[in-house]
């Protein structure tokens, strides 16, 4: 496929803020991608040449790039800087100097999607003396064939900040309206940028499939290429395997112990919810090799090297994939510490074993999914936790089988609940003794049961700089909430950060991490790219005509850095509005 092809939809999919029209798009050109582009076209529709659970960084800077348009366009680095400047983006720069370039390729190829995947792709792996020089080159050598709006494409996702809007949801509906449209009868309404499917059911149980798809596989690229090669019958066929993670199971609050007992069922086993770090464990029986996942995808099996040997030393399998929660503790006192004190684990590099002594963790492990070659999906909790106490050796203060009662006594349960924020963890989990894991899903499985006042996790999109002693950083964060793949502002937050980093979160920590993500200044105001994600607790939720949500928070605070949290994991509106009708009874 020309990548031509790919530049107009993304430029068509970058003028409209509309989700249906973004997935009628996405369909259209899923329909006419052959089988064997499939996974690249979906990978660069969300702006990567990596899958979600691949944390590869491509490692390329602005400067880098504006390297790369010298070379390709003969413009000097101060012209394009000045450029850049004033536009904001770097992307449209080089479209714009791509096309008043005077030295034109006389015979220079179309650009084909594989070769940009490729060069971009290849960037990554680029080290050593000499791998500013290579990268450069492989950057120019796509710019030099790009035409104007090629350009602006190349350039934004070799920065890996796309801007056209494509979340995971569309592309998930985008696959089934392309594969699955004339299954579910579905009409599209052009003048209205709306969708009809005639059976309704049929084509929420497709949905719900293709969701159920990517939560077992993590890549909508090969899913949508096992549907094109076998249609509904990929859904048989989806198998769990060792090494490729998966979309943990998540759980809803429940008001109390009464309600969770009544939606669970009784007996139910309960466990503590632990006030740590969540961790999907992979031991590949080929290799032997023993890969940490983050909720995110991500890989932290060097941050946690400790935890690698745990595994190895005491869980007794071939291969596994365990679900399980790091709790950081006091070395001194053994007593367990909140999330907070470990979260700069999760993104060290350095000094890795010296944290790990430092900041200590214990291993509690609550699930297994996969075990010996077998799927354990749809296998009943309790056998599933039965597994868990068979291969489990554990040994505390590092590796254990999370804490757990199954009872039907509400006063037991309370006493249990008790015990847990007794020990510094959030609640508890209450679970259905015969219950399926469902990866991604809320389901009736299981809840949580934690203090009565809710929380939200919020995603920072705009902040002020600090005048005074707070010059220099990004202060008064705006806040905003999910609503689909749109993030709608709730409100500004600068409470609970501190000035010393020493005390905890602080304005200067926050601030190196919003920095490159801020997409545009002025004045003191900056637009920030989500990605930076704040528990914040709150006094209540108001009705606001000032944010887009239609909600503000009343004296919010920040709580934590949630780096274990992806944009999917932001709070939803539906979320807001349910706890703006409750708090009265809270």
Known sequence: MKYSSLAKIYDALESTSKRLEKTYMISVLLKDTHEDDIDQIILLLQGRVFPLWDETKLGVSERLVIKAITTATGTPGEKIEKE????????????????????????????????????????????????????????????????????????????????????????????????????????YDDEKKSIDPENREEYKRLVDSVQRAFDLKADFGEVARLIMKDGEKAFEELALSAGKPVNVMLYQKAKGMEDAFERVGTPAALEYKYDGFRMEIHKDKKDGKITIYTRRMEDVSKQFPEVVGFVKDYVEADSFILDGEAVGFNPKTSKYLPFQSISQRIRRKYDIDKMAKEFPVELNVFDVLFLNGKDMLNVPYKERRAEIKRIVKAKPKELVVARQIVTSDINEAGEFYEEALAASQEGVMVKNLDGVYQPGSRVGFGVKVKPVMESLDLVVVGGEWGTGKRSGWITSLVLACRKGDDFLEIGRVGTGLKELPEEGLSFGEVTELLKSLIEEQKGRDVKIKPSVILEINFEEIQKSPSYSSGYALRFPRVIRLRDDKGLKDVSDLGLVEELYFTQRAR
């Open 84 to 187: 850049w400047k004033s536009i904001g983006d770097l992307g449209r720069v080089a479209e714009k100097l791509v096309e008043k370039k005077s030295q034109a390729t006389l015979f220079s190829k179309d650009l084909t999607v594989k070769k940009v995947f490729d060069n971009i792709k290849t960037l990554a792996g680029i080290e050593g003396q000499g791998s500013v020089d290579h990268k450069v080159k492989m950057i120019a050598e796509l710019l030099s064939s790009a035409k104007p709006i090629e350009a602006r494409y190349v350039v934004r996702t070799v920065l890996e900040d796309l801007r056209v809007g494509v979340g995971t949801g569309s592309i998930r509906d985008a696959i089934v309206w392309a594969y699955f449209g004339d299954q579910a009868k579905i009409n």
